[in-house]
């Protein structure tokens, strides 16, 4: 046994360790936290986003899509119930209750004024039999309902593929941009540096260097606005995925070289226009709503015919009184109208004049019987039904009608779809052609001023020339590339929308 002195020497060396361990664990838990945290905050940074990637996370979190989803489901729900509408619908109900004063006994169908507690028990089925294919036309109407539904969603989402592929171009420009108004910036500076040199020479006036001073301002102006530009550019793109303002977000940026783009020559409208009639949402839906308008005509159709049902049924009731008879007394006779004759005397015939004695049956009293009642009530009963529509209101005749005239609307919108696709593709096409001549006169005058501009430099350089006309040729040679950036980008646009309408989708 341990003494009391070796307790009270070890006990503090062991609290001490005790918290030394526990500081231990703190402090590594601590460690493991801030890493962790270090790990998610360099994962979210590190985060890239393509194109693609963009369009994904728009179609997941954009409400519209998410609204027409919910149609596609309900009309699939809807498909369902035309299905289920073909097997026969069973249905089970049962009453219980008491009445009073003068009423029908359910168990015998005679008037009473006795009190009662009853319950009725009932099945019932029924199943069409022949109705001139009228849940046939609702199943097919339905589905080619849903399946437009779907169609519908697919034609939301490529709307969202077009936006976000323009705000992600707009993004690229604003980058190149930012890269140009650099180059510029970089230029300006380099004439600076000897302008400076050649004014402490003396060569030139001290004006020169102001004029550069100023110039070097109007590019870096320049340059911070395209940064603006880039990071408005990329608050849109943002806004249109529905991202968070707050999150880092990183661009996977194509080289503009590397984006494939058919030639324009390949891209002929005609031929555009009939490729886009088979692969576009749009014009797939409307020939299924076309298809359901014609179903839907059949349908009406059918309210004009008889209709055969087979039906059935199982019941049985139950009925017992609130009192219970215990006892009779007679207490005298009463004479009757009938009389009997006895050696030619007649004699009137008497009753006994009985007093029945009862008391007040309990709650469970009153169910004394009730399986014998339910079995000896129960009854069955099977047959068909034939329903022949005589007059109706012209109701049938109006729906009719209202289907032929549903069925001329899906074909006006059809081709008012197509009409609208056919405008849109040749339009594209023109503007195509537009922005490629556009693109070509802006690449000769991008060439042009970038000569002149080497002219001027070394006309400068060699004293022929005063900064105003460098500094003029340098703005020129600015303009040019950024006139020459944005045609570029509108002609990549302008191609990629054409191979939408082929069917490619949006791609860079």
């Known amino acids: 046994m341990m003494p009391i002195a070796c307790l009270k020497i070890f006990t503090p060396y062991k609290e001490k360790s005790t918290q030394n361990n526990q500081m231990k664990r703190f402090f590594i838990l601590a460690t493991f936290i801030l890493l962790l945290l270090n790990s998610l905050s360099a994962q979210d940074t590190a985060i890239q986003w393509s194109l693609q990637r963009c369009i994904e996370y728009a179609i997941k979190n954009n409400v519209s899509v998410k609204q027409a989803d919910i149609q596609a489901r309900l009309a699939q729900l809807d498909v369902e119930r035309t299905k289920l509408a073909q097997y026969p619908n069973v249905g089970l109900s049962t009453n219980l209750g008491t009445q009073f004063g003068r009423s029908i006994d359910p168990t015998t169908n005679q008037y009473t004024n006795t009190q009662l507690l009853f319950q009725g028990l009932n099945m019932n089925t029924g199943v069409q039999l022949f109705n001139w294919g009228a849940l046939k036309f609702d199943k097919n109407i339905a589905g080619f309902n849903a399946k437009a539904a779907i169609l519908e969603v697919e034609r939301i989402t490529n709307d969202i593929s077009i936006s976000i592929a323009t705000f992600f171009l707009q993004v690229i420009a604003a980058k190149q941009q930012i ?44 340059y911070v606005a395209a940064q603006a530009s880039y990071s408005q550019a990329i608050i849109q793109l943002k806004a249109a995925i529905n991202y968070n303002m707050a999150k880092p977000f990183e661009l996977i940026i194509p080289l503009v070289a590397d984006i494939p783009l058919e030639p324009l020559a390949d891209l002929d409208p005609a031929t555009l226009y009939q490729l886009a009639l088979n692969v576009q949402p749009a014009q797939k839906a409307n020939l299924l709503k076309i298809n359901a308008a014609v179903q839907s005509i059949k349908r009406a159709k059918t309210a004009f015919y008889p209709t055969l049902s087979a039906f059935g049924t199982l019941g049985t009731n139950f009925a017992n009184a609130a009192q219970q008879i215990t006892g009779a007394n007679v207490v005298g006779y009463k004479p009757t109208a009938g009389f009997v004759t006895v050696n030619s005397n007649n004699y009137s015939v008497y009753q006994p ?128 590339k950024l006139d020459r950036l944005n045609n570029q980008f509108d002609y990549i646009f302008r191609i990629k929308l054409l191979e939408f309408y082929k069917g490619q989708g949006i791609k860079l």
């Open 179 to 222: 890269e140009i108004a650099d180059v510029q910036i970089s230029q300006t500076q380099s004439q600076l540096a000897v302008t400076q040199k050649r004014v402490e020479a003396g060569a030139l006036p001290e004006l020169s260097t102001l004029e550069l001073d100023a110039q070097l301002a109007r590019d870096s102006t320049t």
């Open 353 to 480: 004049d009985v007093q029945l004695t009862s008391q007040k049956r309990s709650f469970g009293q009153m169910w004394d019987g009730w399986g014998t009642q339910l079995d000896q009530n129960f009854r069955q009963s099977v047959g068909v039904q034939v329903s022949v529509p005589i007059f109706n209101n012209g109701s049938a005749k109006l729906n009719y009608q209202r289907a032929k005239l549903n069925y001329r609307t899906s074909l006006a919108a059809s081709e008012q779809s197509d009409l609208t696709l056919q405008q849109n593709i040749y339009q594209s096409h023109t503007n195509a052609i537009a922005a490629f001549r556009k693109l070509n006169a802006s690449k000769k005058t991008v060439e042009a001023s970038q000569k002149a501009y080497e002219y001027a430099v070394k006309r400068y350089e060699a004293g022929l020339s005063n900064t105003i006309d460098l500094i003029t040729n340098q703005n020129n040679l600015l303009r040019a």
